[in-house]
DNA sequence: TTTCTACACCTAAATTTCTTAGGTATATAT
DNA sequence: ATATATACCTAAGAAATTTAGGTGTAGAAA
């Protein structure tokens, strides 16, 4: 059964940041419109990172040590880039295993492990 | 792997009707303290819900129609007990699907797929 | 008999995170 | 000319939760 709408909002807060982190893994280095576009795509449009959350998020990064940035001119128009410093790579793994260990407990605890792979 | 710690606090975030809903489908009735305890129990205590967040969402969910109320005395002490109306046990299904279609889409998006066993 | 812990309900201010709703500007297609 | 896509950004408001209380009962320990 494929389901073609949105998320409600309330079930994507808390994981923006893991979504980037990861991205930035998997790509060396992106920019901020490439990575709403990128998630887009990836999940058929039910995941739909909003700019006003996304930039703050990337802002965040950077001051905690986690992303070093580089603008690079194509044109006039600028796009900055995100890549991940060793420490950001660090963070990646950690968060990126606690929420797999938290979805696992979510199956657990709403009892989903009846049908595992039904995408 | 074993991680014995509470899961930062922000995964939590959006999950939370979704557990309690989910609680009162498989228990017929429940109080908040039982459900806090409940849950606590049933994730060996990485999932510690507080009430200043519970008591506020299961007002909620009787202001909405999902759930109804019932007041007990054991002695002196109140109890309330909380129920799923026919309503409330659509809203369940509806949500506890969304969630697990939620986590495929992030275990897809993060690359989580290799090892989906390791509780 | 005081005192500590568990039980059991609750609220309200502050915080975090996100949405909504803008703003600025370039590049390209219609 | 105008619309759409690209590309960055901020700030007010909303929503969910944390933190930090308050109220009171019941039972065990000291």
């Known amino acids: 059964m494929y389901i073609c709408f949105m998320y409600s909002s309330e079930l994507i807060k808390g994981t923006l940041k893991t979504i980037v982190l990861n991205l930035l893994k998997d790509n060396d280095k992106m920019y901020g419109y490439e990575i ?9 449009e039910k995941i739909q990172i909003t700019e006003g959350a996304l930039y703050p998020t990337l802002h965040a990064l950077e001051k905690h040590g986690d992303v070093i940035t580089e603008k690079v001119y194509i044109g006039k128009r600028v796009r900055k880039y995100y890549r991940l410093t060793d ?12 929420l ?20």
């Open 36 to 44: 709403t576009q990128k998630v887009k795509e990836m999940t058929s």
């Open 87 to 98: 420490q950001g790579k660090k963070t990646v793994q950690e968060r990126v295993n606690e």
């Open 100 to 119: 797999a260990d938290f979805m696992n407990t979510m199956r657990f605890l709403l009892d989903l492990d009846t049908s595992p792979g039904n995408v």
